[in-house]
């Protein structure tokens, strides 16, 4: 299963057409980077098209995915990794017939694309360590639960935040890594099983949207929430109650539409032969119950507007 999705425009033959990759689409990360795609195609009179594979674990999929969209002979191709090696062969195929790559939110280990516009995982990573040392008091024992092994976006996450603990707070000891594949269920039955093999337990970093659901999730269920602190990664209305009801204490938000605006507009500049960075960070916001109802945190955690 996959989605296809265009922006509902006429266009006419002769512009350039820009289609997105994506890790996914059902997730409301995903939506927000299409929303950001959108707009910038518009406002640069491309042509664009969302594909993404219907969870994150589908790799050979993502594959097909992007063998599907060379076929279509794109100006260029906007790409959110799977995973950073699989899918550098499909990165040369695609330079090979001329066609350029940008990626976003996940890269490949190659040179090929002209630019990677995400948020610094790792610099997203240690301030979640901050957050959740400061919960703590610097000191107990810390769980991670991250999303998909091996990919690039988890793998960063996870370091960050790892290399901050132990640089910064001695007293803190960390878990092994335990991965979710960013499904809910998973993470909620990692978290309840780690709850359990570590009842002196103190905290738990979740990496995405996902992971952070589950682990919420859990600690809910447990009746756990405030004794075991919980820092999260993306926004959904879901984890935003999480927060209010104080199953987790902040979470980290994305900018997802700027990822998609930027990463689309980038990827433009580069093919009619403007320079571009090499790499785009769009920074992130720490969500807590203090500053949730600012203005400009509202604005980011409601990108659609309030249903």
Known sequence: MMAIFGIGQAYSADQMYIPVVSKGYQQEFWQTVKLGTDAAAKDLSVRTSFVGPSDETQIAEQIQLMEDTITRHPNGILLSSLDANA????VEKANSQHITVATFDSGVNSDIPVSFVATSNIKAGAAAAD???KELGGKGKVGI???VAGTTSAIERTEGFSKAIKAKYPNITLLPVQYS????????DKTIDMTRANPDLAGIYATNEGST???ANAI???GLSGK????GFDSTEAIINYLKIGAIQGFIVQDAYQIGYQGLTTLVKSIRGQQVPKSVDIPVKFVTQSNLNDPAIQKLLYPFGKK
Not at 87 to 90: A, E, F, S, Y
């Open 87 to 90: 899918l550098i062969p499909l």
């Open 213 to 215: 659901l589950g682990v």
């Open 228 to 231: 075991i602190k919980v820092i």
């Open 145 to 147: 639960v991250a999303h």
């Open 220 to 222: 809910k269920t447990l």
């Open 131 to 133: 957050a959740l040392a």
């Open 181 to 188: 594949d960013g499904d809910p269920q998973k993470a909620m």
